[in-house]
């Protein structure tokens, strides 16, 4: 359970550009709910996920995790509970390095979930059955420097990655942003299926209304630092799309 209580975040605080960027947000994310966030431009999405993660601290306000205080903990510190992946599908992984030894960092970085390192062959084996399992046909590409592949490619293994140590929530920061549409449709397949085969927390900013509408079991919309629409699983299913499209006329 993520519960973030009355978080605040000013930037330039005083001067003449100063921005509230989160201005006193309280909302309860309970185990294994997928959270979909939309909003305008600079409405504050990326901050509050930055203030998840721990890349930037509240002025005002507490983030608990699983009971534990985490408001003044940095990114690496709250790397055992959460993982992120970002717009930039260079950003997740090593180009110049083999997928395998991409795994392999991740392995050693995390001791990630499932993969025992000691034995060569037998980590090849379990890598490639865990890359099977996006059904992209990786697994026979493992020796092939991770900058060979497409940019839906790397999104995927990134997600595979992070997901495969032992963090409970995952933070997808407008993931298929970069992506062409078929590849975009591919990572957001794979993300929705790793979230659930691996019970995670998980927390989506798009601007694809689309994707807003087809996943997640909850909705929420920002607007200047506060969150103006929260939408539960119930009556999730229940929006049209163009309800969605209706928020932002
Ligand atoms: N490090 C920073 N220093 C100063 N201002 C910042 C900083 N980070 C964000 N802001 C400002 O805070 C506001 C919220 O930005 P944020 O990136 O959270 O919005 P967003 O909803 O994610 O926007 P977008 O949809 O464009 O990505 C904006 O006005 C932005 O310029």
Same mark, same amino acid.
């Given at each position: 359970? @993520?519960?973030? $209580? *009355? !978080?605040? /975040? ?11 960027? %989160? ?41 608990? @995790?699983?009971? $534990? *205080? !985490?408001? /003044? ?11 992120? %992946? ?164």
């Amino acid at each position: 359970m @993520i519960v973030i $209580n *009355d !978080v605040h /975040k000013i930037f330039n605080r005083g001067k003449a550009n100063q921005v509230n960027a %989160v201005n006193g947000i309280s909302i309860d994310i309970v185990d294994s709910e997928f959270l979909v966030i939309v909003g305008s431009n600079g409405s504050g999405k990326t901050t509050l996920l930055n203030l998840l993660a721990g890349s930037v601290f509240p002025d005002q306000g507490s983030i608990i @995790i699983d009971g $534990n *205080d !985490v408001s /003044k903990l940095h990114d690496y510190q709250r790397s055992q509970w959460i993982a992120r %992946v970002f717009q930039n599908p260079m950003s997740g992984t090593a180009s110049d390095l083999s997928i395998l030894d991409n795994f392999r960092l991740a392995a050693i970085r995390t001791r990630a979930k499932g993969l025992s390192i000691g034995i060569n062959d037998h980590f090849k084996q379990q890598v490639k059955e865990k890359i099977a399992t996006l059904g992209m046909g990786l697994e026979n590409k493992i020796e092939q420097p991770m900058g060979t592949l497409s940019g839906g490619q790397r999104q995927a293994l990134t997600l595979l990655m992070s997901v495969m140590d032992s963090c409970k929530v995952l933070l997808l920061d407008e993931p298929t942003a970069a992506l062409d549409p078929r590849s975009a449709d591919v990572v957001m397949r794979t993300a929705d299926k790793l979230i659930t085969d691996f019970k995670l927390t998980a927390i989506l900013i798009t601007h694809n209304l689309k994707d807003a509408y087809n996943y997640g079991s909850r909705i929420i919309q920002m607007g200047e630092g506060l969150v103006t629409k929260d939408l539960d699983k119930k009556q999730k299913a229940d929006l049209k799309q163009n309800d969605l499209f209706d928020w932002f006329s």
